[in-house]
């Protein structure tokens, strides 16, 4: 995992909310894991983040991206 994204993840598993992540879960069939993070708080974990990291080249995009994209929690293809 780049280390670029792992306070990203970190931040996101601190703010996890296992009774949402099951209701979403739920709502979408069981088809994706969830750590339970709404839109709102996930936009606003995500802006704090980019602010205080900086947003990554457009040369390292596609891989960090792909990186998100593996992780099992919906969440981080968001």
Known sequence: MDEYLKPLIETYHQNCNSEQ???MSRYMQDLFPFLGIK???RRQLLK???QEYGIPSSEFLPEL???LWELPEREFQY
């Open 39 to 41: 839109t709102p708080l």
């Open 48 to 50: 704090q983040f980019l």
């Open 21 to 23: 992540a099951a209701a």
């Open 65 to 67: 991206v792909q990186q």
